[in-house]
C-alpha cells in the first residue's frame, strides 16, 4: 500500500501512534502543514516513518485534540 496515493483515506505516524483519517479533513485549511502533508500532488518531502508513513514528533494526544477540532469543527470537550 501507497500511503501516499491519491486515495480518500491517508495514514500518519504521530509520536510513534498511527492516526487514520480522510484527506479532506487534513486538507480542510489550504495551506496549512497537514493540507501540504496530505496532497499527493505536491512534490514537498517530508521525514518518514519505518513503514514509509509521514511521521510528525509531537504528542499523540495533543493532535487527537488537533484531529478531532478539524473533523467536527468544534472545540473538543477536553478543554471545557
Not at 496530505?38 to 499523540?60: K, S, V
Request: proline residues 6%; aromatic residues 10%.
Amino acid at each position: 500500500d501507497d500511503e501516499r496515493a491519491p486515495s480518500g483515506v491517508f495514514k500518519l505516524n504521530v509520536g510513534g501512534k498511527i492516526f487514520t483519517t480522510l484527506r479532506s479533513t487534513l486538507q480542510k485549511y489550504d495551506g496549512s502543514i497537514l493540507a501540504v502533508m496530505a496532497d499527493p500532488e505536491r512534490e514537498m518531502r517530508f521525514t518518514q516513518d519505518e513503514n514509509g508513513l509521514p511521521f510528525i514528533d509531537t504528542d499523540p494526544e495533543m493532535f487527537r485534540l488537533v484531529l478531532s477540532w478539524l473533523r467536527t469543527g468544534e472545540k473538543p470537550t477536553e478543554y471545557e
